[in-house]
DNA sequence: TATGAATGAGCCTTCATTCAT
DNA sequence: CATGAATGAAGGCTCATTCAT
C-alpha cells in the first residue's frame, strides 16, 4: 500500500482520488493510517529510510575516501532520478511543519554511518574542518541542485556533467591543505 | 498591499485571513488581483526581481572576481536572512506547478548580469568551465544550504561558518588550473 | 435564521439538510455560526430565555399564590405546546454532554424570579419547605409530563385533564399545615 | 453480551468501539443482531422489562396502599441510581423515533400489574379519579426528577430529601376527598 | 460460528470567488 | 473604488454494514 502511495504521489491529492488511484475505497486508508497526515509521516519515513540505506549501500569502506564519497554521492543521485514521485515528496515536504521534528528525528538513525564518514574525513584531513552540519548541508544540497537540473530537464545531466557536479561537491568541502 | 502581504505571507493562508491581516475587505483583494493565483505570481515576481537587484547592488565589477564572488552570495544570504519569510516563500513556491514557466521566464532578466559575471570568470579562468546552468544552481543551492541552517535554527552562522560557507561555494566552481 | 433554524430543528439534521430548509447555502451558515454546535447553543439558550421569559410574563405577583403558580405553569405548558420543535429540541439537548454546563449558567439569570417566587411562597408558608431545587425539579417535571402527553397525543389534555395536572403539580409542592 | 453492552453504554458509541470494548470482533455482533437498531432496542425491552419487574418485586399488595405506593417509587429510584448507564440510555432513547412504537408496546405487559396498582387505588378513593396515564406519567416524571437531581450531582438525595419527593410524589395524585 | 479488513454514503467544515450595495 | 455577506464545490474523516476466510 505504502508503495502505491509512494507511486501516485500524495502532494495535493486528495484522499478520494489516493483512494481511486489505489483501487481501494476511502474507508480502506483510514483502516490502515489514522489520517493523512500519518500517510504523509509514513511515506516520509520510508524514503528517508530507504535514502539511508542506498547512500552506504555499496560503498567500501576501505578504499580511497574520495572515491567512497563519489559512490555515495551517485546513490542518492540515482535514487531520487530513478525515484521522481520520492524527490518531489522530499521537496514538498521540506516546506511548512507538515512534518514534525520528531518524524524526521526518527529517521537520524539511518544516516550515523554517514556522520561518521564525514568524521573520519575531517580527522584524517581528507576534507576540511568545517562544522559537520555544515558540510552535510552543503553536500546534500550539491546532490539536490543536480537533481533538480535533471527532474526539470534543465540540463540532460550527461556523464560529463554529473562528473563535473561530483567535482564541484568534492572540491566544496576536501580538505586544502595548510 | 503587495508589501503587506509579503510581510504576512501567504504560504497556506486562506484569503480571508489575507484580507483581515491586510485590513482590506475580501472585495478589495480581487479589485487588486485577479485570483490567490495572480497574488502568488505577483510576490514571486517582486521578490525575485528584488533579488535580482539586490545581488549586484554593492558589486564592484572592476574589482577582485573572488571578492565580488563572495559580496554576491553575501547579498543573497543577508537578503534572506533579513526576509525570512521571502525565502520561507521562494522555498515553498519551487514545488509543484504553482508557478508557471511563463512568470518564471519574466524574472529571468532580473538576473542577465550574473549570468554574465560568471560568463565572464569562466572566460577568464576564474571559474572553471562547466555549464553555466551547473554552476548558477549549484552555487544558489550553496546560499540556500546556508540560508536554511540559519532559518532553522540548525547553526549559528556566525562569522566562521559563513566564511566557511562562502569558501565552500567558491571551491565548488573555481578554477583549478589544467 | 435562529428562527428558522428551531422551525425546521436541528435534531439529527445534517447542516445540508438544514441549509437547504433555510434556503441558504452552506457557507452562508458558517459565516453566522462557528460550527453546528454554537447552532445548538444559540438555539439553547433562545429557547431558555424565552422560556424564562414567557413564564412570568402575566404574573401578578401581587395576587393569590396559588393562581399565581397555575398561571405560571399554564404558561410553561402552552410555550411548549405551541411550540412543539422547541419542546423536542429541549428535551433532546437533555441528554450527552451537548450542551456545556457554561451555556446552561448562561441562562440561569432568567430563572431567578421564578426562584424567588418559590422562595417567597416557602417563607410564607404556601408551600412546603423542602429544598428549593427539589421544588423546582418536581414542578419542571410536572409540566414535561403534561406537555409530553399532550405531544405524542397519548391524551387530548382538555381542560379537565389540564386542570387535573396543575392541580397535581400544586398539591405535590403545597404546605400542607404543621 | 447484552449486559456487556449495557455496562458499557451504547449512547453515541460506534458500533466498532461498542465490538472492541465487548471483546468480541465486529462481525461477531452481527451474528447476534440485526443491525444497531436491533441491539438499541433489545437494550430497551431488557431495561423495561428489568423495570417492570423490579418495581413490584417487593411490594406486598395486602399491605397499606401509600406504604405500597412509597415502595414501588423507592424500587424505580434505586435501579436508576445504581443502574445510571440504563437510566441514562432510558432518557436518550426516549426522545426521536429512535424506538419504534411495536418495540415500546411490546414492554408494556410488563407494567400491567401496576396500571392494576393504580386502578385500585382510585377505585378505593386512595388516590384521585383523574386519568390513568395521567397519573402513570406525573408519577413516573417525579421519580425521573429525582434520580436526575442525584444523577446530576445537583442534589445529594439523603434520607430526607427522598423523603420529601416520595410524599410529593404521593401528594401529587393522593385522593384529596370530597 | 467467529473474524476483521474492506466498503462508501454521508457528515462537518473550509475557502476561493462572486455580486449587490 | 470598496465592501463583506453569500455561495457551493471539494476535502478530510466517521461509522454502520458486508463478506470472504
Same mark, same amino acid.
Given at each position: 500500500m505504502l508503495e502505491l502511495v509512494? =507511486?501516485? /504521489?500524495?502532494?495535493?491529492?486528495?484522499?478520494?482520488?489516493l483512494a481511486r488511484e489505489s483501487n481501494v475505497a476511502i474507508g480502506t486508508i483510514y483502516h490502515h493510517f489514522k489520517n493523512k497526515g500519518q500517510i504523509i509521516e509514513e511515506i516520509y519515513k520510508m524514503i528517508f529510510k530507504d535514502l539511508g540505506t542506498v547512500v552506504t549501500a555499496n560503498l567500501e569502506e576501505e578504499g580511497n575516501?574520495?572515491?567512497?564519497? =563519489?559512490? /555515495?554521492w551517485l546513490n542518492v543521485y540515482n535514487y531520487f532520478v530513478t525515484n521522481p514521485l520520492a524527490f518531489k515528496f522530499s521537496e514538498w515536504v521540506g516546506v511548512p511543519p507538515i512534518i514534525s521534528q520528531s518524524v524526521v528525528d526518527e529517521t537520524k538513525p539511518h544516516y550515523e554511518n554517514i556522520k561518521m564518514f564525514f568524521l573520519r574525513g575531517i580527522k584524517e584531513q581528507k576534507i576540511r574542518n568545517i562544522h559537520l552540519r555544515l558540510i552535510m548541508q552543503i553536500t546534500y544540497?550539491?546532490?539536490?541542485?543536480?537533481?533538480?537540473l535533471k527532474d526539470k530537464n534543465e540540463l540532460p545531466m550527461n556523464k560529463k556533467q554529473i562528473e563535473d557536479a561530483i567535482e564541484s561537491a568534492w572540491d566544496a568541502i576536501k580538505y586544502m591543505g595548510d
Open positions: 509512494v =507511486k501516485q /504521489g500524495v502532494h495535493a491529492t486528495p484522499m478520494s482520488q575516501y574520495k572515491d567512497t564519497f =563519489k559512490t /555515495g544540497g550539491n546532490v539536490i541542485s543536480a537533481v533538480r
